[in-house]
Nanobody, 119 residues
């Protein structure tokens, strides 16, 4: 099975930046959609941003103007550039891929990478 491996998480100051990377390993067809989700302690997992193979993007309101999602054409990698980090952004961020619309996650998940925002 194809696997998604995230990296780039860590500690950032409020107002700082982090760049997350997700790399797909193993043979796979072109993913229609790749996305980033996050899950904070005590909260449900939620969409952060998604991108289709045509480059159409979707951002949750909290991410607009701060986060940028990008991908290669086949979905071998997807990135999330995060700026202006806020105290409410700490969470485990998960890479996701599949053939679903933005309203639901794809079937493939990464293991997640921890993002911490603290002064």
């Amino acid at each position: 099975q194809v696997q998604l491996v995230e990296s780039g998480g860590g500690l950032a100051q409020p107002g700082g930046s982090l760049s997350l990377s997700c790399v797909a390993s193993g043979p796979h067809l072109t993913f229609y959609k790749m996305a980033w989700y996050r899950q904070a302690p005590g909260k449900q997992r939620e969409l952060v941003a998604g991108i289709t193979n045509a480059g159409i993007t979707k951002y949750r309101d909290f991410a607009k103007g701060r986060f940028t999602i990008s991908r290669d054409g086949a979905g071998n990698a997807v990135w999330l550039q995060m700026t202006s980090l806020k105290p409410e952004d700490p969470a485990v961020y998960y890479c996701n891929a599949g053939d679903t619309a933005f309203s639901s996650p794809g079937r493939i998940w990464g293991q997640g990478t921890q993002v911490t925002v603290s002064s």
